[in-house]
């Protein structure tokens, strides 16, 4: 079983459903949210999925994928899924020497970021080792490689991708905790390991099919399109959750009237501190 197929089961029975809701600026103080269906996730993914096959990111392939929440996120995620490679997630909070070291210990043969994790990638020499492949999601520079706009136009077709097949045992992630009790550890997530949180995490929250999430932590909301929920990503930094402007969360949480949060302590003590002195 596939991981991406939890994802895709939802795409295809409800395609003008909102899987996701992502900030794209602000205007007069106020963050300016666009959408994607799942029927735009699943095509948008299915053209990655194509260019990343063409870059030689296939099946098996370790992958360190380094950008913010986002739209581009969750494609380029489920497109990895697709193909069979396998996303490594470090939170870049742990600061550049432990993530350098994570990385090494990975030892991923693709690279996927933003221009600045490029930047440091080169700048730090993370990965050289192992790395051979690089796709920058935005402009490229001096660091060659291909962009993530490059991949959709070589994989662009009206025809569904055929998703790798995979076996319950097979690796399909690799996550590094957060480092706050000890030194990053990776976690070696196989694709029966998905499949079993998903169940896990709707039998525990008691998530009914149609929720809307409000995701502060990028990797869990990775969980809510294979949940039947809409993911609505907040206008916030995830690698300083203490220092969120609750405003902003509590605004998400109106505007699209979401049903569940997931965030860390030091961001709910913020967000609740702020919700009693203004009575919200």
Same mark, same amino acid.
């Not at 900030?23 to 949210?33: D, E, F, M, S, T």
């Not at 993530?148 to 097979?170: F, I, K, N, Q």
């Not at 008691?206 to 949940?227: K, M, Q, V």
């Given at each position: +079983?596939?991981?991406? &197929?939890?994802?895709?089961?939802?795409?295809?029975?409800?395609?003008?459903?909102?899987?996701?809701?992502? $900030?794209?600026?602000?205007?007069?103080?106020?963050?300016?949210?666009?959408?994607?269906?799942?029927?735009?996730?699943?095509?948008? &993914?299915?053209?990655?999925?194509?260019? *990343?096959?063409?870059?030689?990111?296939?099946?098996?392939?370790?992958? !360190?994928? +380094?950008?913010?929440?986002?739209?581009?996120?969750?494609? *380029? +995620?489920?497109?990895?899924?697709?193909?069979?490679? =396998?996303?490594?997630?470090?939170?870049?909070?742990?600061?550049?020497?432990?993530?350098?070291?994570?990385?090494?210990?990975?030892?991923?043969?693709?690279?996927?970021?933003? $221009?600045?994790?490029?930047?440091?990638?080169? !700048?730090?020499?993370?990965?050289?080792?192992?790395?051979?492949?690089?796709?920058?999601? &935005?402009?490229?520079?001096?660091?060659?490689?291909?962009?993530?706009?490059? *991949?959709?136009?070589?994989?662009?077709?009206?025809?569904?991708?055929?998703?790798?097949?995979?076996?319950?045992?097979?690796?399909?992630?690799?996550?590094?905790?957060?480092?706050?009790?000890?030194?990053?550890?990776?976690?070696?997530?196989?694709?029966?390991?998905?499949?079993?949180?998903?169940?896990?995490?709707?039998?525990?929250?008691?998530?009914?099919?149609?929720?809307?999430?409000?995701?502060?932590?990028?990797?869990?909301?990775?969980?809510?399109?294979?949940?039947?929920?809409?993911?609505?990503?907040?206008? +916030?930094?995830?690698?300083?959750?203490?220092?969120?402007?609750?405003?902003? =969360? =509590?605004?998400?949480?109106?505007?699209?009237?979401?049903?569940?949060?997931?965030? &860390?302590?030091?961001?709910?003590?913020?967000?609740?501190?702020?919700?009693?002195?203004?009575?919200?």
């Amino acid at each position: +079983m596939n991981v991406a &197929s939890l994802v895709l089961d939802r795409a295809r029975s409800e395609p003008d459903a909102p899987a996701i809701h992502h $900030p794209v600026g602000r205007k007069g103080g106020k963050v300016l949210y666009a959408s994607a269906t799942n029927r735009a996730l699943d095509r948008d &993914s299915d053209w990655i999925a194509r260019g *990343l096959e063409s870059v030689g990111v296939v099946r098996g392939v370790r992958t !360190a994928l +380094m950008v913010r929440p986002s739209l581009e996120f969750f494609a *380029l +995620m489920l497109a990895l899924f697709k193909v069979g490679a =396998i996303p490594v997630l470090v939170d870049p909070g742990i600061g550049v020497r432990r993530l350098g070291r994570c990385l090494d210990e990975a030892e991923p043969e693709a690279f996927i970021g933003v $221009p600045l994790a490029q930047a440091a990638r080169i !700048a730090l020499g993370w990965g050289r080792r192992t790395l051979r492949t690089t796709v920058t999601v &935005s402009r490229r520079w001096l660091w060659g490689g291909t962009t993530l706009d490059e *991949l959709r136009e070589r994989g662009r077709s009206d025809e569904p991708y055929a998703v790798a097949t995979t076996r319950d045992e097979d690796e399909a992630a690799i996550l590094f905790t957060s480092g706050s009790t000890g030194p990053p550890k990776g976690v070696v997530y196989s694709h029966a390991n998905f499949a079993a949180q998903v169940e896990a995490i709707r039998a525990l929250g008691r998530i009914e099919h149609g929720e809307i999430d409000l995701p502060t932590f990028p990797p869990f909301a990775l969980f809510d399109p294979a949940l039947g929920m809409t993911a609505v990503i907040p206008d +916030m930094d995830p690698t300083r959750p203490g220092e969120v402007d609750p405003r902003r =969360i =509590i605004d998400a949480a109106e505007e699209f009237r979401a049903t569940n949060l997931f965030g &860390s302590p030091a961001l709910l003590d913020t967000v609740g501190r702020y919700g009693v002195e203004n009575g919200v």
